[in-house]
């Protein structure tokens, strides 16, 4: 006997005993036993068919109008059968574009992937997160000699064009070796790449700046990012670090200002993405106020811990259901 | 959410009054309204925003791509009655440089 076989009388027997108690288990039973015939690929046509066949079975004396209308029944499941299998090959098409996806996306990783430099005199800590499969965020670390020079993206729209995007963002970056020591320069020059390059649509934010590990001295600029904090030891407050321009790709002629910044031992930087601050919770918006006391809170604790409780707690408001791309990143003078 | 947008022509001036949120579900709709105004010559268009309670970085990605392309047609953007949270996102983004914006409300005397 084949599984079909097998399918057909235990339809009968799920029936019969159904049809006998009409009670609560056998209507369960029968609840799961369409999930061994959608296993098995059987179509609703076909069930229809099997039913008409075990009442003719069990009721011999059918009258010729309910045989007839069972037939009609037949009919009308054939044109559903056909959309059943259609949506069942869609969803096949589903999972081989859902792997492409994946695909894509490790490889973004891999082609984007910033290590975290490790110096004496400073304490990093970055956390990224996606929103979906794939990142509209971007970080971007370089170490020099004297030099960190960090950058900080948001490339609006999301998914995969905001991806092809950002490779650019990177590979136009490393092919302007003699302005990263200029953060002005550099978001000059990237501005002129996206604005020849992108779709009118999209824009890029970026904050990019230089610590200098002489004289501990981060140097930087903004286009249009969302403004990161600075924290300063002495007196134990926070600011907010804006550093105004354009956003990258609006007008070829844009120029940007360059800011900077002391730091002494125990001072921070604090660079983000708006998928921080633009976080929405069933209470409405979370504030900056409210993320620097999150940072607050945990500003005892090592740069990467800083980041990580941050982020799991603006998880957990958002009841762990990111709606923007996540980075925080921060820089602390040690010594 | 939605967004509803009203469209009226008073002498020759495109006004565009929405409410609701601009975000990457409703930005598709804006796009489809603003756009085709925006590619004909000389066209001068004015978009109300009192009624946004909400926008995001799409929704201000259809006013960037409006805005270059009524440059590139030589006609004129104008944007009016923001909210604070929207007018933030112009001024973070360095947009109200380059934009035509316009937030008196109309009789509050300054």
Do not use: W
């Amino acid at each position: 006997m084949n599984d079909r076989d097998f399918i057909i009388d235990r339809y009968k027997d799920l029936l019969t005993t159904y049809l006998n108690g009409k009670n609560e288990t056998a209507l369960y039973k029968g609840q799961q036993f369409s999930r061994k015939l959608i296993e098995q690929q059987i179509s609703p046509e076909d069930v229809v068919s099997h039913h008409i066949n075990v009442l003719n079975e069990l009721f011999p004396d059918m009258t010729e109008e309910m045989k007839d209308a069972f037939d009609f029944l037949l009919e009308v499941m054939i044109g559903y059968g056909f959309a059943y299998r259609e949506h069942q090959s869609l969803r096949t098409r589903q999972r081989q574009l859902e792997s492409e996806i994946e695909v894509a996306a490790s490889m973004q990783q891999t082609l984007l992937i910033s290590d975290v430099p490790t110096v004496d005199s400073l304490d990093i800590g970055v956390k990224s997160v996606p929103a979906k499969k794939m990142n509209g965020d971007y970080f971007n670390f370089v170490k020099d000699d004297k030099s960190i020079s960090v950058a900080v993206a948001d490339i609006i729209g999301k998914g995969i064009p905001a991806a092809l995007c950002m490779s650019m963002i990177k590979y136009a970056m490393d092919s302007l070796p003699e302005q990263r020591m200029q953060p002005n320069l550099l978001l000059e020059n990237l501005n002129r790449v996206v604005e020849q390059n992108v779709h009118p649509n999209m824009f890029i934010t970026m904050l990019y700046g230089l610590y200098d590990t002489d004289v501990h001295k981060f140097y930087y600029a903004g286009a249009g990012h969302e403004p990161g904090f600075f924290y300063k030891a002495a007196t134990d407050e926070f600011e907010d670090m804006f550093a105004k321009g354009l956003v990258l790709g609006v007008s070829r002629t844009t120029k940007y200002k360059e800011y900077e910044k002391q730091l002494d031992p125990g001072d921070m930087i604090i660079l983000l993405s708006d998928g921080v601050t633009e976080c929405r919770t069933s209470k409405g918006f979370i504030e900056r106020d409210e993320i620097v006391a999150l940072i607050r809170e945990n500003m005892h604790k090592p740069a990467q811990e800083i980041v990580d409780s941050v982020f799991h707690e603006l998880e957990r408001l958002q009841e762990f259901e990111l709606r923007d791309d996540f980075t925080l990143l921060i820089l602390k003078r040690m010594v | 959410m939605n967004l509803q947008i009203r469209h009226e022509e008073t002498n020759g001036v495109h006004y565009l009054t929405l409410a609701g949120e601009v975000d990457a579900y409703t930005a598709p709709k804006l796009k489809e309204m603003l756009v085709p105004l925006t590619e004909v010559k000389n066209t001068q268009i004015v978009i109300d925003l009192a009624n946004i309670d909400y926008m995001d970085s799409t929704g201000l990605g259809i006013f960037v791509g409006a805005l270059k392309s009524t440059k590139k047609n030589d006609g004129t953007l104008k944007l009016r009655g923001m909210t604070e949270r929207v007018k933030r996102l112009f001024e973070i983004t360095g947009l109200t440089e380059v934009m035509d914006i316009d937030n008196e409300v109309k009789g509050e005397a300054r």
